[in-house]
């Protein structure tokens, strides 16, 4: 159980980080606090005690407390040997691979790599940027949060402009900040993947995609694309639309009310990746649905065991070790002052035997 001056130091800290107040805005008084919390002087003493050692408020005698410019200490450090690595899922199947070819890579030049884990919430962003920036690391590199979504993050990616340190984004990037980035052209990637399904004879495709992200985004972009190019009516399709926060029986409930209706009964499903697909054909499976006789699969990223199952499933290569050393070579360039510019990987297609001509 959290001390009472603990509880009261982490509500004003995430207060003060997360932009409620502003830089020499008064805090309330130690009376107002105590009312607030319902705790002691004592603790509330002790928690603004704390908060003044940590350089988050400044005291002025006879006046009371005041917010800090407590990220003033951002800034490049030459000294540093540490680079910091923020990813949405640490152990997801894309991240291992990338993570031990940026290590290698620093490693070279006896750089140490500090990981951060966000869970694609921007809230655990900001919390790893400022824990990583008051480390003082020599560089960033970022995979985005909800990228999606307007990041509520910009004052400190601004602030890390300003103050020019290094960093490179992977997967997806903020619009409004001109840092280098590492990502797929995953527009072009799923136009090729549906072309593939529509050029084999499919017509009532079921996309399902997750877009809080932006690469589930430009996904459905490419999926409704290719219906546009090939000249094909897009509302033969569907598509199901869910958070990265949504559970698997969130969405295999809606892949249901397509299953079990007539009207709209898919003979192909694209899924956003592999893992959804992997999950998706265990699920047909269960429901007595052949794949690919009575309905084709197709995924996106190449899992590694995608090409082991049965069916093998169809996808879009994602180049986990290339991006991995580029990603590390991109840094170290910054980080000694040389230019990096953003690069655009463009996936190859992996055709597998989760695909075959419709039967209807």
């Not at 601004?158 to 619009?175: C, H, M, V």
Request: charged letters at 25%.
């Amino acid at each position: 159980m959290k001390s009472d001056y603990l509880i009261i130091k982490e509500k004003i800290k995430k207060e003060i980080t997360f932009g409620n107040f502003k830089v020499n805005q008064k805090l309330p008084t130690e009376n107002e606090l105590m009312s607030r919390f319902d705790m002691s002087r004592y603790a509330v003493r002790k928690a603004l005690t704390e908060l003044q050692n940590e350089h988050l408020i400044y005291k002025v005698q006879g006046s009371g407390m005041f917010i800090q410019d407590w990220n003033k200490k951002w800034q490049v450090n030459p000294e540093s040997k540490t680079i910091g690595f923020i990813c949405t899922h640490i152990a997801d199947y894309i991240f291992p691979k990338i993570i031990s070819q940026i290590d290698a890579e620093i490693g070279e030049q006896e750089y140490s790599l500090l990981l951060a884990n966000t869970h694609n919430h921007p809230e655990k962003e900001r919390e790893s940027l400022i824990k990583l920036l008051d480390s003082q690391v020599a560089g960033l590199i970022i995979e985005p949060s909800e990228s999606a979504k307007p990041s509520p993050n910009l004052d400190i990616y601004q602030r890390i402009a300003k103050s020019k340190i290094p960093l490179l984004f992977i997967n997806a990037e903020y619009s409004g900040l001109k840092f280098p980035s590492i990502t797929n052209d995953d527009r072009s990637a799923e136009k090729k993947l549906i072309k593939y399904l529509l050029d084999l004879g499919h017509r009532y495709i079921l996309g399902i995609f997750q877009v809080d992200d932006l690469q589930g985004v430009h996904r459905m972009e490419g999926f409704a694309q290719a219906y546009q190019e090939s000249n094909v009516n897009l509302s033969n399709s569907n598509i199901i639309m869910y958070s990265s926060h949504d559970s698997f029986q969130t969405i295999s409930k809606k892949i249901d009310l397509y299953l079990k209706s007539t009207d709209s009964l898919p003979t192909a499903i694209a899924c956003y990746n592999d893992s959804l697909a992997v999950q998706v054909l265990d699920m047909l499976r269960k429901r007595k649905i052949n794949v690919p006789h009575n309905v084709s699969l197709v995924g996106f990223d190449d899992f590694d065991s995608a090409a082991y199952l049965t069916p093998s499933i169809t996808t879009m290569n994602y180049e986990r070790t290339t991006v991995g050393k580029e990603a590390g070579r991109g840094i170290l360039k910054l980080i000694q002052g040389q230019k990096f510019n953003s690069i655009v990987h463009q996936p190859k297609m992996k055709i597998r035997t989760s695909v075959d001509v419709p039967v209807r």
